[in-house]
């Protein structure tokens, strides 16, 4: 157990990921950041994380995705609006 501390110590330093067994062992109730999570998630979370550390990258990245669509951008090719 004391290995398990220690992984989630260096992996999840500021508590984010919470795991309680229930039903005597037989399942287990997680949250990420205050959200109900399956525990499949949780071992995505924290592969996620330590590839990043092993990377040499933060722990958490932020991602971002601009979506599908226009956009906003003027575009080279289109006409200039005068």
Request: with cysteine.
């Amino acid at each position: 157990m004391e290995t398990m501390d220690k992984l989630k110590e260096y992996v999840d330093p500021n508590n984010d990921i919470t795991t309680k067994v229930v039903d005597g062992g037989a399942d287990a109730e997680c949250t990420y950041k205050g959200k109900s999570v399956s525990y499949d998630d949780v071992i995505d979370i924290y592969e996620e994380r330590a590839t990043n550390l092993g990377k040499g990258k933060a722990r958490t990245t932020k991602k971002y995705f601009g979506g599908f669509g226009e956009g906003t951008l003027r575009k080279a090719w289109k006409n200039k609006e005068s």
